[in-house]
T-cell receptor
C-alpha cells in the first residue's frame, strides 16, 4: 500500500497564476481533506470531499476550489495566486467507520508551493 | 466550534529524561483527540488517538496521553526521550462524525545529547 501520495513535490508560481495540486488517497479510503500549512504554523483545514461532493469547507476564499474523481483521487485548485498562498499543502484521506465516524486521517508528504 | 492550545511552542529536554508536551482543547461536542508528529521534510504521522474509550491512551514509540475532561487537557508524555524524538508535535481535536481536524500551533521538541 503506497499510502497517500501527492504531486508535485514542489512548485514555484508567480502572483496571479493558477495552480493545481493532486492527491491519491490511501487504498480503501473514500474521503479526502486538504490542509494549508504556512511556515511555522499548524495545518489549517481548507475543505473535505466525499462522494465527489464538497462536504465541509474551512475559512478559505473561493479562489480555493477542489474536485474529487470517481476513483476518490482529488485535486486542489488555487486561482489568482497571492504571495500569502505560499505554504505546504497537505492532503489527508480517511474512511467512515462502522460508528459513522472518521476515526483517523492519513496524511501525504505535501506539496510545497512558493509564490513569487 | 473546536480549538486547541499548545502551551509551549518549544520544549527542550536531555536524552533519557521525561517528555511532557501540553495540550488543552475546547469542543462543543465529545471530542476525538489526536497527537501527530512531523519530522523535517516528512509527512504527519499519527502517534495516538482518543475516541471516548480508555482515558489513558498508549501510542507508538513509547508515547502516551491522558484525556482529562475536567481539565479539558490531553497532554503527551514519554518516560525517556530519544534523539529521534526531535520533531514538531501537533495536538488535534475533532468533533467526530464528518468533522474536520483542528490543529494546534505545534510544539517543537528538541532533544539534547
Amino acid at each position: 500500500d503506497a499510502g497517500v501520495t501527492q504531486s508535485p513535490t514542489h512548485l514555484i508560481k508567480t502572483r496571479g497564476q493558477q495552480v493545481t495540486l493532486r492527491c491519491s488517497p490511501k487504498s480503501g479510503h473514500d474521503t479526502v481533506s486538504w490542509y494549508q500549512q504556512a511556515l511555522g504554523q499548524g495545518p489549517q483545514f481548507i475543505f473535505q470531499y466525499y462522494e465527489e461532493e464538497e462536504r465541509q469547507r474551512g475559512n478559505f476564499p473561493d479562489r480555493f476550489s477542489g474536485h474529487q474523481f470517481p476513483n476518490y483521487s482529488s485535486e486542489l485548485n488555487v486561482n489568482a495566486l497571492l504571495l500569502g498562498d505560499s505554504a505546504l499543502y497537505l492532503c489527508a484521506s480517511s474512511m467512515l467507520t462502522l460508528a459513522g465516524d472518521y476515526n483517523e486521517q492519513f496524511f501525504g508528504p505535501g506539496t510545497r508551493l512558493t509564490v513569487l | 466550534a473546536q480549538s486547541v492550545t499548545q502551551l509551549d511552542s518549544h520544549v527542550s529536554v536531555s536524552e533519557g529524561t521525561p517528555v511532557l508536551l501540553r495540550c488543552n482543547y475546547s469542543s462543543s461536542y465529545s471530542p476525538s483527540l489526536f497527537w501527530y508528529v512531523q519530522h523535517p521534510n516528512k509527512g504527519l504521522q499519527l502517534l495516538l488517538k482518543y475516541t471516548s474509550a480508555a482515558t489513558l491512551v498508549k501510542g507508538i514509540n513509547g508515547f502516551e496521553a491522558e484525556f482529562k475532561k475536567s481539565e479539558t487537557s490531553f497532554h503527551l508524555t514519554k518516560p525517556s526521550a530519544h534523539m529521534s524524538d526531535a520533531a514538531e508535535y501537533f495536538c488535534v481535536v475533532s468533533a467526530g462524525y464528518g468533522q474536520n481536524f483542528v490543529f494546534g500551533p505545534g510544539t517543537r521538541l528538541s532533544v539534547l545529547p
